[in-house]
């Protein structure tokens, strides 16, 4: 390292005044060290530093230490990073790391050799002026959006809850927890963790639900909001265990995973960022392999979407229409799917408007599931995990400046102290760390015991979750239909608030709420009776009429008193073609399948 007799009171940058890629990177970095380093070009200031060869300073950026040092390349342009917050670790790195710095010189070196041809990708990677990144407003919609979220799946659940699970409801809670207090005794505390252990009543559960509405509301108005996240994850971890099957969808963990990651992010920003974009990766990424990887013939020859609009759980009015397009648009769609749920998530990664493209295309796709599938929050959600991928001066650009100026003002600078961001830095690392365990897993990799091991001991806190949703693609749609009887001979169906039933009535919209009755009735019709067994009791509260039950229904053909059968029959739906539909006003066509579940009396 050369040494100048030139002292100076605070280190000086000195870069090429004619390069224009040189001129775009110095006014960044000096946006991001602000008045902790001064830069000047060399045509200013190289007759002030006759040691430092002419030569060098054209090749390279030059960095010139208060104490006279003098530093170039890669070196210089980290001694000039490590005066920004958070960038120090680069620099110890190219010390300390062995090869960092042999690797740093020669991506350097290729870089200033390509410096002029390098600009117009900078523009069009970054932007014409670029500034370091600032994510204040960025974390303040995530976090309301997250409060919005939080309340419609708290009032969503809370109103189906008694029916659900309370204690005249279809899997009595009170008759969980004591299942499991017998075959787990104390263990329980910590595989199942939740607040029903204290109180398991219809009070509590209706408490929680409610509780949980409250601090998503204080959330939105920004009242204590990391003591209300924190209760929101442990409110609906709760509910996510007691709910039992009606609450083991995917979109339930990435609430709680998105929660908890949510908290963290208001505690230290950049790193709750990048946990967000990680989860954001392999949500999207996850979806899209499980399709590859399941090897259904569907995915693998494109017609996936010829079957998906009238299979799936419940969808929206336009999934009729979507399903009757032209059979070389769904295959375009198909293999446009595999594109944004494969591709694009590795531009979650790159530079900034290559994030832009990543979120464009993922708020495309989750825009048109949202139009034509009824899937609660889940699309909701991953809308907003997209708000990570852009910074402050994107998001400037489209809101109102009423809005922008409000945040600024009320958000105050979140600077963890040293030991806050070391703690954060060590659980980001750990999350990583079993995120790859599990990815690895489901590409097929053998998992090592401490791999297995801290796997399953994090599993209880959902905090890491796997996903993707239809890997395999239903090609029919086999449909449940319940019916009841006084006598045995004359029998009456039950009819549902949203799943499909009366051929007539057209599909309904109910995002964000989620139905988990009517869910639970499209996963039954997949398979038997006897590999529901929530079934069987649905079928026995039917008989007793309990209210609580028959409240989820659309309908009750017995008000008055309860059936004396119950009977269940499997039809197969489709939808009604264009010309049918003309001529009857008919949505569905189902057809006869045979006995889902024979008639059956009370008690029997």
Known sequence: ??????????????????????????????????????????????????????????????????????????????????????????????????????????IYAFVASHRSALYRPSLWLWGRDYEPPRFDLVSWLFLRAIGLIYLAAFVSFGVQALGLIGSHGILPLSD???????????ERYWWFPM???????????????????????????????????????????????????????????????????????????????????????RFMFLSGSVKLLSGDPTWANLSALSYHFQTQPLPTPLAWYAHHLPRGVLKASTAATFVIELGLPFLIFCPRRLRFVAAFGILLLEALIFLTGNYTFFNLLAMALCLVLFDDAALRKVLPQRLTRFVQHHVRDIKPGKIVSLAAGAFALFIVFANIVQIHAAFGGRLSAPAIWINDEIAPLRIVNTYGLFAVMTTARPEIIIEGSDDGVHWHEYTFKYKPGDVRRPPLWNIPHQPRLDWQMWFAALGTASQNPWFLRFLQRLLEN?????????????????????????????YSSREEKEATGTWWVRQPEGIYYPATAHGS
């Open 1 to 106: 390292m050369q040494t100048t007799n030139t002292v100076r009171r605070e280190p000086l940058l000195i870069y090429d005044g004619d390069c224009r890629f040189c001129i775009y990177w110095a006014r960044y970095w000096q946006r991001l060290t602000g008045h902790r380093v001064t830069y000047a070009p060399y045509q200013e200031v190289a007759a002030q530093y006759p040691e430092i060869p002419l030569a060098a300073i054209q090749r390279a950026v030059q960095y010139v230490a208060p104490d006279g040092e003098i530093a170039s390349g890669a070196e210089a342009s980290l001694l000039t990073l490590s005066h920004a917050s958070g960038k120090g670790f680069w620099l110890t790195l190219y010390r300390h790391l062995p090869g960092f710095a042999a690797i740093a010189e020669l």
């Open 195 to 281: 607040v029903f252990w204290l109180d398991q009543s219809d009070f509590a559960i209706r408490a929680t639900c409610w509780a949980g509405a409250a601090l998503s509301l204080l959330l939105i108005f920004n009242v204590l909001p990391r003591l209300s996240l924190f209760f929101l994850y442990a409110l609906y971890l709760s509910l996510f265990y007691a709910g039992q099957i009606f609450m083991g969808f995917q979109w339930d963990a990435l609430l709680l995973e998105s929660g908890f990651l949510a908290l963290f992010l208001s505690m230290v920003t950049r790193p709750g960022i990048w946990l967000l974009r990680w989860l954001l990766f």
């Open 546 to 574: 309990s209210p609580e039950v028959t409240a989820l229904l659309d309908s009750n053909p017995f008000p008055d008193k309860p059936p004396l059968y119950v009977r269940a029959l499997l039809y197969d739906y489709r």
């Open 176 to 186: 969980f927890t004591g299942a499991i207090r017998g075959q787990l005794g104390s």
